[in-house]
T-cell receptor, first 116, second 115 residues
Framework: AQKITQTQPGMFVQEKEAVTLDCTYD???????LFWYKQPSSGEMIFLIY??????QNATEGRYSLNFQKARKSANLVISASQLGDSAMYFC?????????????FGAGTQVVVTP | SAVISQKPSRDICQRGTSLTIQCQVD?????MFWYRQQPGQSLTLIAT?????????ESGFVIDKFPISRPNLTFSTLTVSNMSPEDSSIYLC????????????FGPGTRLTVL
């Protein structure tokens, strides 16, 4: 069963504007972690931000923030002041207690293109 | 965060041959993971490799096709055996996942093309 859903296959955003990438998840485990990764065309996976299910506040890391709405099971990534270097594929991922090895389950990804 | 390196970074191989991918971490880690990313797709976990025990494979992946070694706490290899064009993918090793809150870090990936 699909646990992570990213409904936006691709997005265009103008430089210096903010962009929100959607992510919804499904789990019955009350303890879980949500992750966002950036994958440039080079193929590496770059960790951006983490949100724990028990965290009281939304996570922030520099220009990245996570809009965590637990009741709606959504964990949207907000990139503020977009830069040309933000053009990449973005993946939402989740780890929950159904897998003792801590396997990450990934969404399909969203391709972001930042235009001048 | 762990620094992870992979060799080779890319390769072009003929069908029917095998390729071994190496993953080296700059610190000792308990669990290492191998992922596959087929063109235009998301990441799929192949197997989890613990030092001193056999790797645990996910559904759809078998040891004969993807044998894994984990000789110590900083190194692992993944072999893609008897390759076909469908094996053309990016293969990534990853470390982390000691607990649900642990960040999982990825190596730079090996881009494999099978002709």
């Amino acid at each position: 069963a699909q646990k992570i859903t990213q409904t936006q296959p691709g997005m265009f955003v103008q430089e210096k504007e903010a962009v929100t990438l959607d992510c919804t998840y499904d789990t019955s485990d009350p303890s879980y972690g949500l992750f966002w990764y950036k994958q440039p065309s080079s193929g590496e996976m770059i960790f951006l931000i983490y949100q724990g299910s028990y965290d009281q506040q939304n996570a922030t890391e520099g220009r990245y923030s996570l809009n965590f709405q637990k009741a709606r099971k959504s964990a949207n990534l907000v990139i503020s002041a977009s830069q040309l270097g933000d053009s990449a594929m973005y993946f939402c991922a989740m780890r929950d207690g159904t897998d003792s090895w801590g396997k990450l389950q990934f969404g399909a990804g969203t391709q972001v293109v930042v235009t001048p | 965060s762990a620094v992870i390196s992979q060799k080779p970074s890319r390769d072009i191989c003929q069908r029917g041959t095998s390729l071994t991918i190496q993953c080296q971490v700059d610190s000792q880690v308990t669990m290492m993971f191998w992922y596959r990313q087929q063109p235009g797709q998301s990441l799929t976990l192949i197997a989890t490799a613990n030092q001193g025990s056999e790797a645990t494979y996910e559904s759809g992946f078998v040891i004969d096709k993807f044998p894994i070694s984990r000789p110590n706490l900083t190194f692992s290899t993944l072999t893609v055996s008897n390759m076909s064009p469908e094996d053309s993918s990016i293969y990534l090793c990853s470390v982390g996942g000691q607990g649900r809150t642990d960040t999982q870090y990825f190596g730079p990936g090996t881009r494999l093309t099978v002709l």
